[in-house]
């Protein structure tokens, strides 16, 4: 009986590669793994126990993060129209394809709450909650929360919902934080509940309500430095034209902070935040005129902030979200009114419209880097009995939730 060629050429790849690796030192293994894309290395796992206990470890994926982002590879743009999902290569920008995700046994519409080395967050109209690597195909249904309720007889519902992702680098832990908006009567009043997911533990806590009102009802958080930002405003007042800042929840600290804004800019306009090259960007929109693009080049130093480029309103513009430098960092990549992607050249001051084939005529981008972080982290505090009580609890709801998600390696 013959050999399958598929076998032989994986047996001709394991003897190759494990001849060609042998006389290199480890460290210069190490640092070219370190270098490939996360589907070639999850091929590699499988040639010998040593290679798959080094790119498990969290050393190698810490490493591998690492390399990815210093050279600005690996990385793609994440498309949600309604209840799809698509990926476009950063490095060609030329299609935009589909991309099977644990939430579309779901026939409605989606949502991306924040994008953090490498894991996406996605929400249903449900209020299901996955946490989910788009390049190792894993993922994780967080725990349900209970459903609103009247804060007290003088609040309403639920007024407004956001979240935000983000890492703990002290705790080496990923956590979501949500915040729930309840509108008094009066429509004066107000609350902003606050609750953190963590990852490790897997559970949701209660922290100390918010004294914000949130200025977007749906728009996700946007994590810069350790730290997730939102839009927001002091009171409800609607008689008073009230004045927009921008607010950061440290991640590890757990605590809110004002964000300095910009001496110059003009307080008379629609603000939005973003995040460019790892700094912080404000995208200031005037009525009928402008937009412009600040960046804050060292985090919490007021005086950093600079004007970046100005989008000129040839017809009227009414969204742009800037996503990532070209690698010569000469152009900006931005989104602009859901409809088209656009480079912007810094010094020529012109734009160019990307051609994507396959492009959704509607969309929402973000920016994800491929990467090996695992939505299963290996716990410092509970047992094997806990995690498996835990796991056997859940297993249910994970196994309906992830029909029609196919995990292709």
């Known amino acids: 009986m013959k050999t399958p060629k598929s076998t032989l050429d994986t047996t001709q790849l394991q003897i190759q590669a494990s001849m060609a690796m042998a006389e290199l030192p480890p460290e210069v293994i190490v640092d070219i793994l370190s270098r490939l894309p996360v589907a070639r290395l999850l091929r590699f796992r499988s040639i010998a126990k040593p290679w798959r206990s080094l790119i498990d470890s969290s050393y190698f994926v810490h490493l591998h993060l690492t390399q990815s982002a210093e050279s600005k590879s690996h990385l793609s743009l994440i498309l949600r129209k309604e209840s799809d999902l698509y990926c476009i290569s950063f490095d060609s920008l030329n299609d935009a394809v589909e991309l099977?995700?644990?939430l579309m046994c779901y026939s409605n519409r989606i949502r991306v709450l924040g994008s953090c080395n490498g894991l996406l967050c996605l929400c249903n109209v449900a209020e299901d909650i996955a946490l989910w690597n788009p390049s190792t195909k894993k993922y994780r249904i967080?725990?349900?929360?209970?459903?609103?309720?009247?804060?007290d007889s003088n609040m309403c519902l639920?007024?407004?919902r956001v979240y935000g992702l983000g890492y703990d680098a002290i705790q080496d832990d990923y956590k979501l934080v949500r915040i729930s908006q309840f509108i008094g009567l009066?429509?004066?009043?107000?609350q902003s509940e606050v609750r953190v997911y963590s990852l490790r533990s897997n559970e949701w806590k209660r922290l100390e309500d918010m004294p914000y009102v949130l200025c977007y009802t749906r728009k996700m958080g946007i994590l810069v430095s350790g730290c997730v930002h939102w839009v927001v405003t002091r009171n409800l007042e609607l008689d008073q034209s009230a004045t927009e800042l921008v607010i950061a929840f440290d991640v590890a600290n757990e605590t809110f902070r004002e964000v300095p804004m910009p001496q110059n800019m003009d307080s008379k306009c629609q603000i939005d935040v973003g995040c460019l090259g790892g700094c912080l960007c404000i995208v200031a929109k005037y009525e009928d005129k402008d937009v412009d693009v600040w960046t804050l080049?060292?985090?919490?130093v007021k005086e950093s902030w600079s004007k970046l480029f100005t989008v000129a309103q040839t017809r009227r513009i009414k969204s742009v979200r800037p996503l990532v430098y070209s690698k010569n960092d000469r152009e900006v990549l931005f989104e602009q009114d859901h409809e088209c992607l656009v480079w912007f050249d810094l010094k020529s001051q012109r734009v160019k419209h990307v051609k994507v084939r396959g492009l959704p005529d509607l969309f929402e981008a973000v920016v994800c880097m491929e990467s090996l972080v695992?939505?299963?982290p290996r716990r410092q505090d509970d047992s094997k009995q806990q995690e498996a009580a835990g796991d056997?609890?859940?297993?249910?709801r994970d196994d309906f939730l992830a029909q029609g998600f196919k995990l292709v390696l």
């Open 100 to 102: 099977n995700h644990p």
């Open 142 to 151: 967080l725990p349900s929360l209970p459903s609103d309720r009247k804060r």
């Open 158 to 160: 639920c007024g407004a």
């Open 186 to 190: 009066d429509y004066l009043s107000f």
């Open 297 to 300: 080049k060292d985090y919490g």
């Open 374 to 376: 695992s939505v299963h």
């Open 392 to 396: 056997k609890k859940n297993k249910k």
